[in-house]
């Protein structure tokens, strides 16, 4: 059985992979049209939905990190990590 990101994140982990994809498609299918009809607003306006993609898809890396760390972390809470 593989232990893929999707099948062992969180839910939080799971909403923002969606809301970064559906983010960044969005921009990048903005940023097309845009240039296709020759638009520059269009294609100013797609830069700032594809940065909030890319903020989604770092944050859902630090909720994977911070995920992963729990779970590695020992239970009787000894080690690096206890305070």
Same mark, same amino acid.
């Given at each position: ?14 909403? =923002?992979? *969606? /809301?970064?994809? *559906?983010?960044?498609?969005? &921009? %990048? =299918?903005?940023?097309?049209? &845009? ?13 700032? %939905? *594809? *940065? /909030? &993609? ?5 944050? &859902? ?23």
């Amino acid at each position: 059985m593989l232990n893929t990101p999707w099948d062992t994140g969180s839910p939080l982990y799971r909403r =923002l992979v *969606i /809301a970064a994809l *559906i983010l960044t498609g969005v &921009g %990048i =299918l903005l940023a097309i049209a &845009g240039a296709m009809l020759e638009t520059d607003p269009l294609v100013f306006a797609a830069l700032p %939905i *594809i *940065i /909030a &993609g890319m903020a989604a898809h770092l944050a &859902g890396l630090v909720v994977r990190g911070r995920d992963a760390q729990r779970r590695h972390r020992p239970k009787d809470g000894s080690g690096p990590t206890s305070r």
